[in-house]
Every structure is written in structure tokens, then in C-alpha cells.
């Protein structure tokens, strides 16, 4: 006797959803139309604009002298922000994640601090605190100490509105991985260094990796607090951002664009490199479940 075949409903829960077909290709169909209208076709737009007249004006909007300074600045405010972040993130997410102290919930309400602020704001709360009016501005005038237009308040900036991004990826990752195996480490003789290196860094390097892709994009990307602090000196304070903008009110679209063009271009490269750490990723956590449990060696 053949067994009474599955009705439609049946099928649909089994598959993890209850909608009809048609609801299900409708919802589909909205997504991809709202991801190519919204996304697809914008960043083609970029690229489309950027070689409007050609490989050779692109490559020569590149080259012009103001945009080389501006790639320069950008690069550099990245390579000092992201390794500050870095270390600051590491150590709060251990810090939160691991230990149980008075004030832990507001250290967590100052890291998601910048997320609430706008980014103008930051920029403004620094020109304030070391602008030529500013708190400090006349003591760092007297001893010829530029901060407010110049890298340095770039980079102060920078650093304000990206830390959060790689303690916000390892905080969660580290609570849930709780603290079993550090203890453990720690009564085998093992200092709190060798702790870190040896048990939770491999633990968390691909939560770290995306902290850190994810802070690099917003770095190099940042125009509101970079706008503020920098003064818009072009070829000294002009980020790739600032330098876009300054570009397009010009009307030298084409110009604008090619800059505009690397943005999109790290934006592209950022998502291929997270996309690759979450393959990687999740390729060694079923490693890890697939390996048979270790058998207790017989004694004798």
C-alpha cells in the first residue's frame, strides 16, 4: 500500500515556509527589483560617468596632483585609525565580553556612542575642543600645534566615528564563545597573553578580520567629521571624499567620478574579502563539527 502523498501545505512547512509559491517568486522578484534600482544600477552609474570620455581621461583625472594628495591623505588616515581601532577593540570586547565590573554597561553605552552622533557633530565637538577658539586652541596656538585643519584632526575624527565598528564585531562573538576555555588555559599554567594568542585570537580572527574590513571601508569613506575638521585645503586636508565633493561643485563630472570610482571600487573589494572570511569561516566551524571526539588513551 503506497503512502498518501504530502498536500501542499504540508511541503511548504517542511521547507521551512508556509507562503504559496506565487508569494514566495513576488517577494523575491521585489527584492532583486528594489537591490538593482537602489544599488546595481547607482554603482554602474559611477563607473559609466567615470569613463565617459575615455580610459585615458580617467587615468588622467587620477593623476592629477590634487587627487594624488587626496588618495595619499585618505590612505594614511586609514593606516593610523584602523591598528588604533584595533587594539582598542580588541581590549574592550575582552574587556566586556570576559569580565564582570561596575560601569560595564556604560563603557558599552560610550562604544555605541559614535553610532548616535552624527558625524558633523564630531567633527563639530572637536573644532570646539581644539579650534583656534576652542578650549585648547590658544595654548596649542602658542606652542605652534596644528589639530583643527590639519591630519591630525582628520585623523582624531576618523578614529572617533570608526571605533566602534570592530568591538561591536567581537563583543557578541566573545560572549558567546564564554570564557570555558580561557579558565582552562589559565589552570594549565598559561599567562594571560599566551591565553589571548594561543585560545581567543583563533577563536575570533574572522569576527576580527570583518571588524577590521568594515572599519577600514568607513575610514577611507568618512566625509562629514573629515569635512568639519579638515578646512578643505586642497592637495594638504582633502580626503577622497572632500575631494569628490569639491570636484562635482566644479562640474568636472568626469573628474569627480573617477575619485568616486575608488570609493566604489574599495566598497566592492571590501564585500569580496568579507564575503571570503565568512566562506572561510563557516568552511572550519564544519570542519570542526565533522571531527569524530577524541577517546581517552587506555592506561595500563
Same mark, same amino acid.
Given at each position: 500500500?503506497?503512502?498518501?502523498?504530502?498536500?501542499?501545505?504540508?511541503?511548504?512547512?517542511?521547507?521551512?515556509?508556509?507562503?504559496?509559491? @506565487?508569494?514566495?517568486?513576488?517577494?523575491?522578484?521585489?527584492a532583486?527589483?528594489?537591490?538593482?534600482?537602489?544599488?546595481?544600477?547607482?554603482?554602474?552609474?559611477?563607473?559609466?560617468?567615470?569613463?565617459?570620455?575615455?580610459?585615458?581621461?580617467?587615468?588622467?583625472?587620477?593623476?592629477?596632483?590634487?587627487a @594624488?594628495?587626496?588618495?595619499?591623505?585618505?590612505?594614511?588616515?586609514a $593606516?593610523?585609525?584602523?591598528?588604533?581601532?584595533?587594539?582598542?577593540?580588541?581590549?574592550?570586547?575582552?574587556c566586556?565580553?570576559?569580565?564582570?565590573?561596575?560601569?560595564?554597561?556604560?563603557?558599552?553605552?560610550?562604544?555605541?556612542?559614535?553610532?548616535?552622533?552624527?558625524?558633523?557633530?564630531?567633527?563639530?565637538?572637536?573644532?570646539?575642543?581644539?579650534?583656534?577658539?576652542?578650549?585648547?586652541?590658544?595654548?596649542?596656538?602658542?606652542?605652534?600645534?596644528?589639530?583643527?585643519?590639519?591630519?591630525?584632526?582628520?585623523?582624531?575624527?576618523?578614529?572617533f566615528?570608526?571605533?566602534?565598528?570592530?568591538?561591536?564585531?567581537?563583543?557578541? $562573538?566573545?560572549?558567546?564563545?564564554?570564557?570555558?576555555?580561557?579558565?582552562?588555559?589559565?589552570?594549565?599554567?598559561?599567562?594571560? @597573553?599566551?591565553?589571548?594568542?594561543?585560545?581567543?585570537?583563533?577563536?575570533?580572527?574572522?569576527?576580527?578580520?570583518?571588524?577590521?574590513?568594515?572599519?577600514?571601508?568607513?575610514?577611507?569613506?568618512?566625509?562629514?567629521?573629515?569635512?568639519?575638521?579638515s578646512?578643505?585645503?586642497?592637495?594638504?586636508?582633502?580626503?577622497?571624499?572632500?575631494?569628490?565633493?569639491?570636484?562635482?561643485?566644479?562640474?568636472?563630472?568626469?573628474?569627480?567620478?573617477?575619485?568616486?570610482?575608488?570609493?566604489?571600487?574599495?566598497? $566592492?573589494?571590501?564585500?569580496?574579502?568579507?564575503?571570503?572570511?565568512? @566562506?572561510?569561516?563557516?568552511?572550519?566551524?564544519?570542519?570542526?563539527?565533522?571531527?569524530?571526539?577524541?577517546?581517552?588513551?587506555?592506561?595500563?
Amino acid at each position: 500500500m503506497s503512502a498518501p502523498s504530502s498536500s501542499a501545505p504540508a511541503r511548504r512547512a517542511l521547507a521551512g515556509t508556509t507562503e504559496a509559491r @506565487w508569494l514566495q517568486w513576488l517577494l523575491i522578484g521585489i527584492a532583486l527589483a528594489f537591490l538593482l534600482l537602489f544599488l546595481v544600477l547607482p554603482l554602474a552609474a559611477v563607473f559609466a560617468e567615470a569613463l565617459r570620455q575615455g580610459l585615458d581621461a580617467y587615468l588622467a583625472a587620477l593623476k592629477e596632483p590634487d587627487a @594624488w594628495a587626496a588618495i595619499r591623505l585618505t590612505l594614511l588616515t586609514a $593606516l593610523i585609525a584602523v591598528p588604533l581601532n584595533l587594539v582598542f577593540g580588541v581590549a574592550a570586547a575582552w574587556c566586556i565580553a570576559k569580565y564582570e565590573f561596575r560601569g560595564k554597561a556604560f563603557l558599552t553605552t560610550l562604544i555605541d556612542l559614535p553610532f548616535s552622533i552624527s558625524p558633523v557633530v564630531a567633527g563639530l565637538m572637536y573644532v570646539l575642543v581644539f579650534g583656534a577658539n576652542g578650549w585648547l586652541g590658544p595654548w596649542l596656538a602658542a606652542h605652534d600645534i596644528k589639530i583643527v585643519f590639519a591630519v591630525p584632526g582628520i585623523v582624531l575624527a576618523t578614529v572617533f566615528v570608526t571605533f566602534p565598528f570592530i568591538a561591536r564585531e567581537l563583543i557578541p $562573538l566573545m560572549q558567546a564563545q564564554g570564557n570555558d576555555e580561557e579558565q582552562a588555559a589559565v589552570v594549565l599554567g598559561a599567562s594571560g @597573553w599566551q591565553t589571548f594568542w594561543h585560545v581567543t585570537l583563533p577563536n575570533i580572527k574572522w569576527g576580527l578580520v570583518y571588524g577590521v574590513i568594515l572599519c577600514n571601508a568607513r575610514a577611507m569613506g568618512e566625509f562629514g567629521a573629515v569635512s568639519v575638521v579638515s578646512g578643505h585645503i586642497r592637495g594638504q586636508t582633502n580626503t577622497i571624499p572632500l575631494h569628490v565633493e569639491i570636484l562635482y561643485n566644479e562640474y568636472q563630472s568626469v573628474a569627480a567620478f573617477a575619485s568616486a570610482s575608488l570609493l566604489a571600487l574599495l566598497a $566592492l573589494v571590501t564585500l569580496a574579502i568579507k564575503t571570503g572570511a565568512e @566562506w572561510q569561516s563557516e568552511r572550519e566551524r564544519r570542519a570542526a563539527a565533522a571531527l569524530p571526539p577524541e577517546r581517552p588513551t587506555p592506561t595500563h
